[in-house]
């Protein structure tokens, strides 16, 4: 697998261009930008084509394919698991970042890291924000925040000048994302674990002005903590679904938080983000941003 572009100098490169990272895109193109993606597959890059960003044939897990990234002026790295792959977790998320980041040119500018709240483990309604200790729970907690370190150390190191920003992100919903609990609501089947736990979320819309606000107003070296500062909790979330698909209120089994692992209950402060990066949120309210979300959807099981 070899890389399809040159090492000519872009305004913007997308190493995992997803959910997240193609509305990203899609937004530096309406700017005038030149903006790169890497993809592991042919049929994928012809769409990237079309839509006028420049396909790199690449797979983060394969660092010969790496060999010839371009330069850019910002990077963002918003790769995400795919368990179809036939790769570990911290293949993806740590062996494949590392491997992007000897890839890339000395002085490439500046590199956008997405991570994930999951990298705090505190579960009794705690407030949490970028100053909170890190003590993850669960195995992607663990290696979300390997991930971060090796972000810190290697941008840091005396060899390299790649600044860098780390954006922990609540659970993305939007369009065809995070409504997969509606066949249970439609059903009426319970839904595992504590209705009154705090749940984190950030609607997909508005974690792409969060980027494009990190990669503007730049303050290298910070690490943000991106949600809607909703205090909601997980009941508010299904009561608000259920309201919006016309169906029976949920019911909760919170008997089961262990074994489903939904014992997370922390509440997420994004001060930082909205005062330092200055990004008005078009969803904070979380019924808003539900009902955009399911009106816009364009799967069978998210209508």
């Known amino acids: 697998m070899t890389v399809s572009t040159t090492r000519e100098s872009l305004d913007r490169m997308i190493v995992g261009c997803g959910y997240l990272g193609l509305r990203v895109a899609r937004r530096w193109l309406d700017q005038g930008l030149t903006v790169a993606a890497t993809t592991r597959t042919a049929e994928r890059a012809d769409s990237f084509r079309q839509l006028g960003i ?26 995400g698991f795919d368990r179809n792959a036939g790769r570990s977790k911290r293949d993806v998320y740590v062996n494949g ?68 920003n780390v954006l922990r992100l609540a659970g993305i919903y939007g369009p065809d994302r995070l ?7 439609r059903s009426a089947e319970s839904i595992a674990g504590s209705a009154d736990a705090y749940l984190n979320l950030i609607h997909v819309d508005d974690a792409v002005s969060v980027v494009l606000a990190c990669a503007e107003q730049w303050a290298a070296g910070r690490t943000f903590l991106v949600a809607d500062g909703n205090e909601g909790t997980r ?24 074994r489903h692992g939904t014992g997370q209950n922390k509440l997420c402060i994004n001060r930082q983000m909205l005062e330092q ?27």
């Open 54 to 79: 420049t396909p790199i044939l690449a797979d983060v897990t394969d660092a010969e394919s790496l060999r010839n990234l371009p330069r850019a002026d910002v990077v963002l790295y918003a790769v």
């Open 179 to 185: 409504l997969r609990r509606i066949e249970q609501l």
């Open 97 to 164: 970042l590392r491997n992007v980041l000897d890839a890339l040119q000395p002085n490439a500018g500046r590199f956008i890291y997405i991570s994930s709240t999951s990298v705090y483990g505190q579960v009794h309604g705690e407030c949490v924000d970028e100053s909170s200790t890190c003590e993850p729970t669960s195995e992607g907690g663990r290696i979300c925040l390997e991930a971060e370190n090796l972000v810190r150390s290697r941008c840091n190191d005396v060899t390299g000048t790649l600044e860098f």
């Open 235 to 258: 009941g508010d979330y299904f009561r608000a679904l259920a309201e919006t698909l016309d169906v029976p209120p949920p019911t909760f089994d919170d008997a089961s938080t262990a």
């Open 277 to 303: 990066l200055r990004v008005r949120l078009q969803y904070g309210d979380l019924r808003i941003g539900i009902q955009h979300a399911v009106s816009q959807s364009t799967r069978r099981d998210s209508q």
